[in-house]
């Protein structure tokens, strides 16, 4: 019987087995498993990678979408747009810094955010107070990109 894999992470990673493994071996050993220089190796790295001065590692997707915000002045009370097809943890990181999430529909061909229901998001809460919506947050989902052109 054949079979239709939805993801196949060992065909994407097999190429890689013994570096992962190597890398892997080497936090093990160094007892580091928060922090210490193979992070450090890492940000460098992704830093020139990316062509950039400065890259910081985070614990989690959602520590790395709250300091975004905080980064941007987002806090409480604060408006900020989220696709209402997401995971927790996204609508979390919005809690967390204190601001209130607006939710959007999809659109049902990608399920990310449906720019219709987000002009109408935007133009409904920042004519309605005096705390318009500060940010957007975009979420790409199932190899679908948000559509960031077509919202600008």
Known sequence: MNKIRISDPLSITSAYIDEITSTVDRVIKSGWYIGGEEVINFENEFSEYLNINYTISTGSGTDALQLALRSLGIGT??????????????????????????????????????????????????????????????????GHPAPYSSAY
């Open 77 to 142: 009370g604060d408006k900020v747009v989220i696709v209402s097809h997401t995971a927790v943890a996204t609508v979390a990181a919005i809690e967390m810094v204190g601001a209130i999430p607006i939710f959007v529909d999809i659109d049902p061909k990608t399920y990310t955010i449906d720019i219709k229901g987000l002009s109408e998001a935007l133009i409904s809460h920042n004519s309605k107070s005096r705390k318009s919506i500060k940010a957007i947050v975009p979420v790409h989902i199932y």
